[in-house]
């Protein structure tokens, strides 16, 4: 079964910071490029950074630009996104999404359940 | 950045009945590189449509596609009770990638 598990959120202060992984499982992991979308409960989608098959190019949206970093490790079939100096603004359920593609940025075919960031003091 | 405009915000129908879903983007989508989502509650999103036209895997043909350049067009031609969810387009054609900000469809 294809599969993508988020794990990694919880509660944070506002300038902390938290890493998210997600473990990819049912399909061949590197043929892929992955992205992280974020959701605010009750509002609508917003992406927030993709990684290609090899890393070989990275996106960020303007929001997190400077703050969070994606990363991929092929080997463990795993994604991760390190949020640094992390804000109220950034409160969401993060998905971890595969793109149709591994080459360029595309669309969303497979979507982990999330996993909810809160940042709070 | 692309700004996508979805309209209606909510959209009441009943079972059986057509729904005609709106998507207009601040600026023409390249390639037609125009995606929809369906979104249940409590889901995450699933691919509905890519290419402004084409369905997904395992997606019934009472959804389709359609449009260019600025503006696409979601229609589910006979509503299931499955399909009373949030829709959102979603633009891959330029970065940053964008969502719209979704459409409701509630029973009536």
């Known amino acids: 079964e294809v599969q993508l598990v988020e794990s990694g959120g919880g509660l944070v202060q506002p300038g902390r910071s938290l890493r998210l992984s997600c473990a990819a499982s049912g399909f061949t992991f590197d043929d892929y490029a992955m992205h992280w979308v974020r959701q605010v409960p009750g509002k609508g989608l917003e992406w927030v950074s993709g990684i290609t098959w090899n890393s070989g190019s990275v996106g960020y949206a303007d929001s997190v630009k400077g703050r969070f970093t994606i990363s991929r490790d092929n080997a463990k079939k795993s994604l991760y996104l390190q949020m640094n100096s992390l804000r109220v603004e950034d409160t969401a359920l993060y998905y971890c999404?595969?793109?149709?593609?591994?080459?360029?940025?595309?669309?969303?075919?497979?979507w982990g359940q999330g996993t909810m960031v809160t940042v709070s003091s | 950045e692309i700004v996508l405009t979805q309209s209606p915000g909510t959209l009441s129908l009943s079972p059986g009945e057509r729904a005609t879903l709106s998507c207009r983007a601040s600026q023409s989508v390249s390639s037609s590189y125009l995606a929809w989502y369906r979104q249940k509650p409590g889901q995450a999103p699933r691919l509905l449509i890519y290419g402004a036209s084409s369905r997904a895997t395992g997606i019934p043909d009472r959804f389709s596609g359609s449009g260019s350049g600025t503006d696409f067009t979601l229609i589910i031609s006979r509503l299931e009770p499955e399909d009373f969810a949030v829709y959102y387009c979603?633009?891959?054609?330029?970065?940053?990638?964008?969502f719209g900000g979704g459409t409701k469809v509630e029973i009536k």
């Open positions: 999404a595969r793109d149709r593609r591994f080459t360029a940025f595309d669309v969303f075919d497979i």
């Open positions: 979603q633009q891959y054609g330029s970065s940053p990638l964008t």
